[in-house]
């Protein structure tokens, strides 16, 4: 995982979740806007999601790298 990103995955009323890649600060900003009705911009790695908050059901965090094999 690329220094300074958490994964995340978000989850919507009638859709499949969103995987993404942020920082801690925009991770913050999003669980501090959750609960809120409008539209909140989301700035990842790979760039930026407008998010209808009134649809998110969810927000999972992976804070440590998947991996697989001996020693994992």
Do not use: C, K
């Amino acid at each position: 995982m690329a220094e300074g990103f958490e994964r995340i995955s978000i989850g919507f009323q009638a859709s499949m979740p969103l995987s993404f890649r942020v920082s801690r600060e925009e991770l913050d900003r999003l669980l501090g806007a959750l609960g809120s009705e409008g539209w909140h911009d989301l700035t990842g790695e790979d760039g930026t999601v407008r998010l209808n908050l009134q649809h998110v059901l969810y927000v999972r965090t992976e804070r440590q790298e998947h991996r697989v094999g001996f020693g994992a």
